[in-house]
Structure formats: C-alpha cells, structure tokens
C-alpha cells in the first residue's frame, strides 16, 4: 500500500510513506554533501500542488523550500537546525489540501 496523502524521498533512495515529524528528522539527518544532497516531501500523486524540498548547503546548514501552487506560497528559508526543520514541515504539511483526507468543516449553529 502506497501512501495516504504524502511521501518523503531522499536522493539516495530513501523513501518513507506519510513520514512522521521522527521520519523527517531522520531523513534530513542522513543528508550529506556528496552523494544524498537533498529530500522532497510531497503528495504521492501525479501532478503534486505542493512540495517541499530540503537540501544541503555546501557552507553548512540547509536550504528549506516551500511550494505550493494552490496557495500561491513559494518559500526559500535556510536553517541549520534539524529538528526545527522537521516540526515546521509537519506543521506546514498539516496545512495542506490532501487528496483522500476529509476536509474540515465549520459551521455555525
């Protein structure tokens, strides 16, 4: 079974489905400058409305990339904590129209 609404994926072929915020960090943390530069997080579909996209820095820390068509947001932060990178990205992933989940509804009594 592939993933419900997103996936993680490393250059170097690490993959994981609906990646947890411990998911993230692992994936972030095993980035390095030579041969696993980079990971992109996004909508296991066709044609994704958004992604996000972490990758090294050759002067130390990490690119952030934040896309989202839908929203018309487009991101570039750099950062050199793991951790906060991987619990702004749950956040900002939460925030995001997926496919399958329901849609939340508020309404007035």
């Known amino acids: 079974m592939g993933a419900r609404y997103y996936c993680g994926d490393s250059e170097n072929g690490d993959h994981f489905d609906d990646p947890s915020e411990d998911a993230l960090f692992m994936l972030i943390d095993d980035l390095n400058d030579t041969d696993n530069t980079f990971v992109v997080i ?18 130390g820390g990490y690119e952030v990339v934040r896309r989202d068509t839908t929203h018309r947001e487009h ?3 750099t950062e050199t904590s793991i951790g906060r990178i991987a619990s702004n990205l749950t956040i900002w992933m ?16």
């Not at 939460?94 to 009594?109: H, K, M, T, V, Y």
């Open 42 to 59: 996004q909508p296991d579909e066709d044609d994704p409305a958004w992604f996000a996209s972490v990758a090294v820095l050759d002067e």
């Open 75 to 77: 991101e570039v932060t």
């Open 94 to 109: 939460a925030a995001r129209d997926l496919s399958g989940r329901p849609n939340r509804q508020i309404s007035e009594f």
